[in-house]
């Protein structure tokens, strides 16, 4: 493994173990991380700034009731790296038309992102919401 890799990787570590922690995204936990002028493609939206990534963020840790990271993975490269990890929570807030259920949730989700001068220039991420919100109305 290379040396980028290696760098990539722990950088990926450190990502996934601050988002684990926290309560609320903002500038400060998040400027160590990610490039002012981030390109975040999420689903079928391109979206741009570091501003937008937290306060979607941030609505998102709410509606699943602050989540648990869990199940992560990691691949890296010498600029990139995939993470895969599930976000288990609980259906606090309204999501995709349904109301909050409060029951349990678990949200299957992959990151990728390429770094630019060590930090995330560009992220994409997938979550399976709509899957998520059948096993939340279904949960027990």
Not at 61 to 74: F, S
Not at 129 to 140: D, F
């Amino acid at each position: 493994m290379s040396d980028g890799t290696v760098a990539c990787r722990r950088f990926a570590e450190a990502f996934v173990a601050t988002i684990s922690s926290l309560r609320e995204f903002t500038r400060e936990n998040m400027a160590p991380y990610f490039h002012d002028d981030v390109t975040w493609q999420a689903g079928v939206m391109r979206l741009e700034g570091i501003d937008i990534f937290i306060a979607a963020n941030n609505q998102a840790w709410q509606t699943l009731g602050y989540p648990a990271v869990r199940d992560v993975e990691i691949d890296a490269g010498e600029d990139f790296a995939v993470v895969g990890y599930t976000l288990a929570g609980t259906h606090e807030l309204p999501m995709m038309g349904q109301a909050a259920t409060g029951k349990p949730i678990a949200m299957p989700a992959l990151l990728v992102f390429r770094l630019r001068d060590g930090r995330i220039a560009h992220l994409r991420t997938m979550t399976d919401n709509a899957g998520a919100m059948r096993v939340a109305a279904n949960a027990g």
